[in-house]
Every structure is written in structure tokens, then in C-alpha cells.
């Protein structure tokens, strides 16, 4: 079985300072790693995801990953924080199955503070 | 359309009742997905649907949830006999499957809040 832990259900930052959201997995074959940004009132969106290759992500608004086999983990960062990152945050990973499910954490409350 | 569309997009009922909550996907999605969002919770996974492959509907919580998919397009998600614990935002999701393979990305709907009172 695959699961996904995020560590933090809230993470609270100042503008311009660094944001690091934390992820772990665990999957008894590779996954494939995503993460996902849902704004107030808005459906998901595709931030950033690993499939194979280069193990350092990056992804749209400054966002970047980076995947770690012997740590599990798929922390998400940006260098620094901007008040509309505010948002929740959801890491999910999917078997190398076509079309199967994915399958989230419980995502993180970023709150940027000015 | 140019996105995922669910409606409605808020539903108050009452305990006992049935719902119904429609998802249009995009334009030549083959997947398709509904999950559940619950307050201070992740998304559940409840039942996706590929192609004409029979749906994986081993999320659904209970008998009183099922879904269909027609014309491999549009979908409607039904609760029989609401409960209290069936409050939740459900989003629809959609890939296309054929090229994305499993890396493919999913686009989601605005999802549809479901209160139950």
C-alpha cells in the first residue's frame, strides 16, 4: 500500500522568507510524486510532479522539489514567500499503474504573513 | 468547456434525502475521478472511471454511494439517505489518460459543498 504523510497541517511564514512544505511516502515501487495547490474556493491545481529523470523539480510560481529515494520524501520549497502563496497544499503519489488513482496527504495551510 | 465543471456548486439538504452531484469533464478526458474533501481532511479517493473499463469503486465509503458515467462523459455521483457525515466538498477530477500514462496530470473541478442537515 502507498500512503503519504505530510508533516505541518499549518505552516505560517513571513513574506520573503523561505517556504519549506514537508513530505514523506511510502510505496513499495517507485511513485510517481506530486504536489497540488488549492486556492480559497478554487478546485486543485498541478504545482510540480516527479516522474523519473532529474530528481530537483521545479514548478510553476518559483515552486521546486526535490525527490530523495533513501529519505522518502518530496519536501516542496520556493526561496521566498509571497503573500499569494497563501493556500493549502496537498503532496499525492501514484502507483506506476496507467490512470490508477492518486492518492493524497492531508495537505498544509501556508499563511503568509506581511 | 475549457475545465472541469460540477454542479451544483453548494447542495443543503436534509438528513435522509438523496443528492445528486453531476461532473462534466474536459473534452476527451478518458479518467475520471471523484474524491472527498472534508474539513481538516486530505481528499478521499471515492471511484474512477477509465474508458469502458469497469469503474474502481473501492473507495466508496458505503452502499448508499454509487456513481455512473454515460457516454464516457459526463458523471453523476448519487447519496441515498444523506447523513450528517456526508458533509464534504466532492471534486471531480479528469486526465487524459491515453498520453499521460501515469504521470499524467489531473484537472479538477471547483468541487460542489455538500451540507447535510
Known amino acids: 500500500a502507498q500512503s503519504v504523510t505530510q508533516l505541518g497541517s499549518h505552516v505560517s511564514v513571513s513574506e520573503g522568507a523561505l517556504v519549506l512544505l514537508r513530505c514523506n511516502y511510502s510505496?513499495?515501487?517507485?511513485?510517481?510524486l506530486f504536489w497540488y495547490v488549492q486556492y480559497p474556493n478554487q478546485g486543485l491545481q498541478l504545482l510540480l510532479k516527479?516522474?523519473?529523470?532529474?530528481?530537483l523539480v521545479k514548478g510553476i510560481n518559483g515552486f521546486e522539489a526535490e525527490f530523495k529515494k533513501s529519505e522518502t520524501s518530496f519536501h516542496l520549497t520556493k526561496p521566498s514567500a509571497h503573500m499569494s502563496d497563501a493556500a493549502e497544499y496537498f503532496c499525492a503519489v501514484r502507483k506506476e499503474t496507467s490512470g490508477s488513482r492518486l492518492t493524497f496527504g492531508e495537505g498544509t495551510q501556508l499563511t503568509v504573513n506581511p | 468547456g475549457a475545465g472541469v465543471s460540477q454542479s451544483p456548486s453548494n447542495k443543503v439538504t436534509e438528513k435522509g434525502k438523496d443528492v445528486e452531484l453531476r461532473c462534466d469533464p474536459i473534452s476527451g478526458h478518458t479518467a475520471l475521478y471523484w474524491y472527498r474533501q472534508s474539513l481538516g481532511q486530505g481528499l478521499e479517493f471515492l471511484i474512477y472511471?477509465?474508458?469502458?473499463?469497469?469503474?474502481?469503486k473501492s473507495g466508496l465509503p458505503s452502499d448508499r454511494f454509487s456513481a455512473e458515467r454515460t457516454g464516457g462523459s459526463v458523471s453523476t455521483l448519487t447519496i441515498q439517505r444523506t447523513q450528517q457525515e456526508d458533509s464534504a466538498v466532492y471534486l471531480c477530477?479528469?486526465?487524459?489518460?491515453?498520453?499521460?500514462?501515469?504521470?499524467?496530470?489531473?484537472?479538477f473541478g471547483e468541487g460542489s459543498r455538500l451540507t447535510v442537515l
Open positions: 516527479y516522474t523519473t529523470g532529474a530528481t
Open positions: 510505496s513499495s515501487v517507485p511513485p510517481y
Open positions: 477530477a479528469s486526465s487524459l489518460v491515453a498520453s499521460g500514462g501515469p504521470t499524467g496530470e489531473l484537472f
Open positions: 472511471f477509465q474508458g469502458n473499463s469497469a469503474p474502481d
